[in-house]
């Protein structure tokens, strides 16, 4: 078994106290699973219901698979312009 | 001529401007995102714009590429800046010019509607009383990433 760094950005890196996270990561994880996994951490009640993850460097779906070496990023609701 | 950019300093529209300026075009269009001293009713004093620079670039990338396939082509581009921003100041800079005006103004607005739903900026508003807040889009997309295929 692996770990990926979860990355934080602006209101997310305040929740969780830091710019990263390091989750678990099993074969055939698909990114629903990390969340699964990020949601059981207690600063993780405050996350959307479906807040949105990047995977390298583009937006990924819940079905997107997650391998190690990926560079996944939480991306809280944008405010870009 | 395109070209993208996140900056940590001043934007200049004439720079913009001069970039996309050419003796081919018929029409020059430019959109600036300025800080504004209200929102909601509240007096603001500034705004902090932070990233996920390297995502955002990507991503700025992509909005041009499909402006460019959407509008014929046009000269275009886009630079948004991070940082600590006074009212008054630019926080995005989009130009694009083209043979007729049609496209170039049809590619700015499709730029700045697709930067305010997609692109990972966040803003952090700082108000007169000193307090601050993180604020969202009302266009923030919890389908982001409904631009890319389903994955298989």
Same mark, same amino acid.
């Given at each position: 078994m692996s770990v990926v760094t979860v990355r934080l950005f602006a209101s997310y890196a305040e929740l969780f106290g830091g710019p990263t996270l390091d989750i678990p990561l099993e074969n055939g994880d698909t990114v629903g699973d990390l969340l699964e996994k990020v949601r059981t951490l207690?600063? %993780?009640?405050?996350?959307p219901r479906d807040p949105?993850? %990047?995977?390298?460097?583009?937006? %990924?779906?819940?079905?997107?698979?997650?391998?190690?070496?990926?560079?996944?990023?939480l991306i809280p609701p944008v405010a870009g312009g | 001529m395109i070209r993208s950019a996140i900056v940590d300093r001043p934007i200049s529209a004439a720079a913009l401007i001069a970039e996309v300026s050419a003796t081919g075009s018929g029409a020059i269009s430019l959109f600036l995102g300025t800080v504004r001293d209200t929102n909601e009713g509240r007096p603001v004093s500034g705004l902090d714009y932070s990233a996920y620079i390297a995502m955002?670039?990507? *991503? /700025?990338?992509?909005?041009?590429?499909e402006a460019s396939e959407r509008f014929d082509a046009p000269s275009l581009v886009v630079e948004?800046?991070?940082? +600590?921003?006074?009212?008054? *100041?630019? +926080?995005? #800079?989009? !130009?694009? +010019?083209?043979?007729h005006r049609s496209p170039a /103004?049809? !590619?700015? #607005?499709?730029?700045? *509607?697709e930067i305010k739903k997609r692109l990972p900026i966040w803003k952090m508003e700082r108000y007169s009383d000193g307090t601050q807040e993180w604020v969202e889009n009302a266009q923030a997309r919890a389908d982001a990433g409904v631009t890319l295929p389903p994955s298989q």
């Open positions: 207690p600063a %993780a009640s405050q996350l949105l993850v %990047a995977v390298n460097r583009t937006f %990924a779906t819940a079905d997107s698979p997650v391998t190690p070496g990926d560079e996944v990023a | 955002a670039e990507a *991503e /700025l990338a992509r909005i041009l590429g948004h800046r991070v940082g +600590s921003l006074a009212l008054g *100041e630019v +926080s995005v #800079g989009i !130009a694009a +010019s083209h043979a /103004l049809g !590619a700015v #607005g499709y730029m700045i *509607e």
